[in-house]
């Protein structure tokens, strides 16, 4: 047999017969140490299997434990596992789907009548401990499609077949684990032992295929891990973001409701969450004035024409309702606020003089989703975008972005995110604007990023048709990450709506547009807010920051007078005077999060002081009722950056 060369990326080179596997050509590359961490490998471009002869000369780039490359590999080989156990355990009342490994895990589908339960998951988790302990290599066999076929229909596996067809190739490649055979590229771990450390997560419905016309299968959620302290460590913080989950939270703290009466995604905000919300908005607006923006307010329908000259009804009337008649004109509600702040513009002549002009508005707007898509506060159908316009000369583009960056990044900060993943998205093919345009807003893009010292990635050929953008994921504290912030450059709108400004040369020129939104959205960004803090919520934009508790009914009378001076001063503070045990109404006030419980006994009523309880379960040492105020004052100040009380 004719020799050839085996190589590692940085150079080590192995002379071997053709047609020896993957893995024992990495044997004699690697330490034996470093080659028991390899589960597959990159040979050139293609990821294969340890056991894959080579038959010519080859690059190997190993895939090893502790990457997420090997968990891929790991996860979606517990899938096929995962299959295998299920078909033993269920015979032919179930039919195999595909089984492809996801972001935290795997998935399998399968078709079967009965639904799967937790008792089924037990089976099927015990039976596939079985199969891994058995040690068993993931054989690859290739076979001629033909064949595969004939194979797979004597089972009844119809979807093999259909996907086989579809492939339309004359050979096709299947795996086997003790018998079950699968159809798959490939690759898989080489033997079952290194499936060490697995959950069944959870069954929901899925179509074959995605398409809403073909089969209902239930699709078996799944994780994987290569040793077992991985997989409990994600397991608890699955836990902990089902405890945190702002859905659960909003109804506890009584934030946020929905009624079947009003209409899916719909929003109702409770008394507690619009007072949430009332201090996210001032604040918001604080900021705005700030920093040199003026706020808009726009109604919530325009005239169908408006939608028509923006482009929206060509490119966007999917996520839009439909139109409504007035006195026989067309109406639409709105998906963006844009339009409006570009009919604001248009309402006088602008000079450059005026430029940059900033405008925000915390602007209601409706889109279309579906009904299987509508998540909490996450995805709804009527949201208040905290949206933003800046008009501005071509050459102080660069400067508006750093300003831009600056307020983001600064909002951010102030309510508790100061982890980011950073994005800016390039022409994509189908675009308007001429070359010289994106080049130029691109490269403002990246200095501002540059000059504020920000790590970005590039996102090749993702920015909008109308301009490049930059995208700004945060990371929550179970290191979720969240789309919430976009700046966008616009070419488009200025042109179709025809605007301009007179410039220094007293001729008239085309504005840059850039559409920001900082928070995303209100509902998503507490939504978010809400998941982050587990509702316990920093003081300065607590709904109520202090509860008063009294011991006995002695103290009713002093308790009212504390909380009339507490409200007087501006805190936001509630009463629980009942003829109720303290520690009762201590641990409601616990579960309601509120940051501080003022105890009032007969010692405190004595000396006029409170006995001052954090939520956490501390306690502060006794004091007065003016000293709690400026407590309250100093850490609102510090939280929101700075005083919103109108006595300082
Ligand atoms: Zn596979
Ligand atoms: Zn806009």
């Known amino acids: 047999m004719s020799a050839i060369t085996l190589s590692l990326k940085d150079g080590d080179a192995v002379s071997v017969a053709a047609g020896t596997t993957v893995q024992d050509a990495l044997s004699q590359l690697l330490s034996n140490k470093q080659r028991k961490r390899c589960v597959a490998a990159y040979a050139g471009e293609t990821v294969v299997d340890l056991l894959t002869p080579l038959t010519e000369d080859t690059v190997l780039t190993p895939i090893q434990v502790g990457t997420d490359e090997g968990l891929e590999v790991l996860r979606h080989s517990t899938a096929h596992v995962?299959?295998?156990?299920?078909?033993?355990?269920?015979?032919?009342?179930?039919?195999?789907?595909?089984?492809?490994?996801?972001?935290?895990?795997?998935?399998?589908?399968?078709?079967?009548?009965?639904?799967?339960?937790?008792?089924?998951?037990?089976?099927?988790?015990?039976?596939?401990?079985?199969?891994?302990?058995?040690?068993?290599?993931?054989?690859?066999?290739?076979?001629?499609?033909?064949?595969?076929?004939?194979?797979?229909?004597?089972?009844?596996e119809k979807y093999k077949v259909e996907l086989i067809e579809d492939l339309d190739v004359d050979q096709v490649s299947l795996y086997s684990i003790g018998g079950f055979r699968d159809l798959c590229r490939g690759p898989h771990v080489p033997n079952t032992s290194f499936i060490k450390a697995f959950k069944l997560l959870r069954v929901a419905g899925a179509y074959w295929r995605g398409d809403e016309k073909n089969d209902v299968l239930q699709r078996i959620y799944g994780t994987a891990f290569f040793d077992a302290k991985a997989l409990k460590k994600y397991l608890n913080a699955l836990e902990e973001a089902k405890k945190r989950d702002h859905r659960k939270l909003g109804k506890e703290l009584e934030l946020f409701t929905m009624e079947d009466q009003i209409g899916p995604g719909l929003i109702l905000w409770q008394p507690k969450g619009a007072q949430l919300r009332r201090l996210i908005e001032d604040y918001w607006k604080d900021e705005h004035y700030r920093h040199g923006y003026e706020l808009l307010y726009t109604p919530h329908i325009a005239r169908q024409d408006l939608w028509k000259t923006s482009g929206h009804l060509d490119f966007y009337s999917e996520n839009m309702y439909s139109s409504m008649d007035i006195d026989d004109v067309q109406y639409q509600l709105k998906p963006m606020n844009c339009p409006f702040h570009i009919g604001?513009?248009?309402?006088?002549?602008?000079?450059?003089?005026?430029?940059?002009?900033?405008?925000?508005?915390?602007?209601?707007?409706?889109?279309?989703?579906?009904?299987?898509?509508?998540h909490g506060l996450l995805r709804v159908r009527g949201f208040t975008q905290d949206d933003a316009h800046i008009f501005c000369r071509p050459d102080q583009l660069?400067?508006?972005?750093?300003?831009?960056?600056?307020?983001?990044?600064r909002i951010l900060k102030t309510f508790g995110f100061d982890s980011y993943d950073i994005y800016l998205s390039t022409r994509p093919e189908k675009s308007v604007g001429t070359d010289e345009n994106w080049e130029a807003a691109t490269t403002a893009l990246k200095l501002a990023l540059e000059k504020k010292n920000l790590d970005y990635?590039?996102?090749?050929?993702?920015?909008?048709?109308?301009?490049?953008?930059?995208d700004i994921k945060i990371k929550d504290q179970l290191h979720r990450s969240w789309q919430c912030s976009t700046i966008q450059v616009d070419f488009n709108l200025p042109e179709r709506f025809k605007m301009s400004f007179v410039g220094s040369d007293n001729t008239e020129h085309q504005p840059i547009m850039i559409h920001r939104a900082l928070m995303g959205s209100l509902?998503?960004?507490?939504?978010?807010?809400?998941?982050?803090?587990?509702?316990?919520?920093?003081?300065?934009?607590?709904?109520?920051?202090?509860?008063?508790?009294?011991?006995?009914?002695?103290?009713?009378?002093?308790?009212?007078?504390?909380?009339?001076?507490?409200?007087?001063?501006?805190?936001?503070?509630?009463?629980?005077?009942?003829?109720?045990?303290?520690?009762?109404?201590?641990?409601?006030?616990?579960v309601?999060?509120?940051?501080?419980?003022?105890?009032?006994?007969?010692?405190?009523?004595?000396?006029?002081?409170?006995?001052?309880?954090?939520?956490?379960?501390?306690?502060?040492?006794?004091?007065?009722?003016?000293?709690?105020?400026?407590?309250?004052?100093?850490?609102?100040?510090?939280?929101?950056?700075?005083?919103?009380?109108?006595?300082?």
């Open 82 to 156: 995962m299959a295998h156990a299920v078909r033993d355990l269920f015979g032919d009342d179930v039919k195999v789907a595909i089984g492809p490994a996801i972001a935290d895990g795997f998935y399998y589908d399968f078709l079967r009548d009965e639904p799967f339960t937790p008792e089924d998951f037990e089976k099927i988790e015990t039976r596939m401990a079985e199969i891994v302990a058995q040690n068993l290599p993931f054989e690859r066999l290739e076979m001629s499609s033909d064949e595969a076929v004939a194979a797979f229909g004597d089972q009844g």
């Open 344 to 374: 604001v513009y248009k309402s006088s002549k602008r000079s450059y003089r005026e430029f940059p002009i900033r405008w925000a508005e915390l602007g209601t707007v409706y889109r279309y989703e579906r009904a299987g898509a509508l």
């Open 398 to 409: 660069e400067e508006e972005i750093f300003h831009i960056l600056d307020l983001n990044l």
């Open 457 to 470: 990635m590039i996102d090749p050929g993702e920015g909008v048709f109308y301009g490049p953008k930059i």
């Open 523 to 590: 509902e998503r960004f507490i939504g978010v807010l809400i998941e982050h803090y587990a509702g316990a919520f920093p003081l300065w934009f607590a709904p109520v920051q202090a509860r008063i508790l009294n011991i006995t009914d002695d103290q009713a009378a002093y308790g009212e007078a504390v909380y009339e001076q507490l409200r007087l001063a501006g805190i936001r503070v509630e009463k629980d005077l009942r003829n109720e045990k303290l520690n009762y109404k201590i641990r409601e006030a616990q």
């Open 592 to 648: 309601k999060k509120i940051p501080y419980m003022l105890i009032v006994g007969d010692k405190e009523k004595e000396a006029a002081t409170v006995a001052v309880r954090l939520r956490t379960g501390k306690n502060l040492p006794p004091m007065s009722v003016a000293d709690f105020i400026e407590l309250v004052k100093k850490e609102v100040t510090a939280g929101r950056g700075y005083s919103n009380f109108l006595s300082d």
